[in-house]
DNA sequence: CACATACTTTGACACATATCAATTACCGGA
DNA sequence: TCCGGTAATTGATATGTGTCAAAGTATGTG
């Protein structure tokens, strides 16, 4: 099992192949030397609040296991995941004080932390890692506006394949379970918690599963393992271009 | 009318008073005139689309009057607006070579345009330039997160309120027609637009509209221009917290 | 091993929004 | 001022997803 901590995703050029979006500091080894002095970890159980919405948030953090996802809420409880974070992802808002939404502890969760302070000091005299950082949240913001496609156009079915994909390609970049082009993986999320990544009621997003499972373009084994006998069929469920296709 | 250009962007601090994400380099005099040397203006009509989506970009730019949005689309046409970029606010993505979506402009058009090399250069010498960047990028985040809440979650009447909040909001920073809770402007986009924005239908918006007509939250002269009695009462519908409820 | 608990599936029905179609209002140009 | 075309409204109906309810399936605990 890969576990990245946060002096990983600032390794050298070259050492993260996991993430494209992984912070590299390239050949700044000092920093990393300083990064390695400033991490702790800090581990949470599924269901537990990382960081209220609104909270003062002083770390920046990076999953090494687990998943964490972030959550808006209305007043009446309708809520909405924005954020998804997987295992290599960054958590943080340097420059910020506060939360702008709950970060929840999907499944048990391992995140390697830093103190806020120091590390926007390295970020202020360490220009390479600014802009690793600025590509990393623009990578996100394109990230949150396919899922805006996603909330606002794509049908039910469409988006729990979308999902699936999505979670398909993750995986196959970590621990790959890939034979041509079937590929099998553990559901990290229940179906709830999928409703408020898709915009769904979980019934609906139940529905759906069996939908695509009856039409042959999932199996299950249990309720949350996986197999997916044709990649590209599934894609082709998602409404998004056949193109980007490939698992990788 | 305001017409903000890239420069003023990079003005001094203190002196863009309009928006919080503008680019603010404080006191970097220097580049200031870098980027008064670089600038050159572009100006599109209604509907002409300014980038197409994988397309080369070679600029980064800043809007100076009209309306231009970022939309995607699936295969069969269903298109969703992922931004809505109103005078002062900011195109472009340095370190990315090609635009993730179509930028299109939604009203007549002027642009304030950098040529983008010498704009990353002037990003990668000028630290704090960098970092101002990187909170735009940021605010822009946070946006798209309210944003995917918006479509995943609320209702049509609530979609509705909320464009109507925004845009009441972002123009009393512009050119304030204010009385006291009242306000009125002129609404910048079609239906179709709005409905784009929206994740909803044309005609659903326009009940919508008519609903809110009905129920004294809004008023109409023409088809464009809304007057808004209490802005309040309006922010109550949106299904959004109050406490942000005053115009800025 | 039995039980409690949480998660998931399935069903019946309601309702919000989409779809298709027909008017109506508005705005610019002759 | 009238005319033409686009934009907007309104209506009737269809449909997808939500809601409420019940039953089924894991999973862990004493």
Redesign the interface.
């Known amino acids: 099992m890969f576990a990245p901590d946060l002096t990983k995703n600032f390794n050298k050029c070259g050492d993260c192949p996991i993430r494209k979006r992984a912070v590299c500091a390239h050949c700044e080894t000092e920093e990393l030397i300083l990064l390695e002095e400033m991490k702790y970890y800090r581990s949470f159980e599924a269901g537990q609040t990382v960081v209220w919405s609104g909270d003062r948030m002083d770390f920046v953090a990076s999953v090494v296991s687990g998943i964490a996802s972030?959550t808006?809420t209305?007043?009446?409880g309708?809520?909405?995941m924005?954020?998804l974070l997987l295992p290599s992802d960054f958590v943080g808002?340097?420059?910020?004080d506060s939360a702008?939404?709950d970060v929840v502890a999907t499944t048990d969760l391992v995140m390697c932390c830093f103190r806020k302070k120091p590390f926007e000091e390295l970020?202020?005299t360490t220009?390479r890692v600014?802009?690793r950082?600025?590509?990393m949240?623009?990578d996100?913001?394109?990230a949150?506006?396919?899922?805006?496609?996603l909330?606002?156009?794509?049908t039910a079915r469409e988006k729990i394949a979308s999902l699936l994909a999505i979670i398909a390609r993750r995986n196959s970049m970590l621990a790959t379970q890939t034979v041509g082009d079937s590929m099998s993986f553990d559901l990290p999320l229940t179906r709830e918690a999928m409703s408020d990544y898709?915009?769904l009621t979980l019934e609906t997003v139940s529905r759906q599963i069996s939908a695509l499972k009856k039409d042959g373009l999932i199996e299950l084994q249990g309720k949350r393992h996986i197999i997916v006998p044709d990649f590209q069929k599934l894609v082709l469920e998602s409404?998004?271009?056949a193109d980007g296709g490939l698992p990788i």
Chains 1, 2 share one sequence.
Request: hydrophobic share 35%; net charge negative; glycine share 12%.
């Open positions: 972030l808006q209305l007043e009446d309708r809520t909405q924005v954020g808002r340097p420059g910020r702008p939404y970020v202020s220009p600014a802009q950082l600025l590509q949240t623009l996100e913001l394109d949150a506006r396919e899922w805006m496609l909330l606002g156009r794509k898709l915009g409404g998004d271009d």
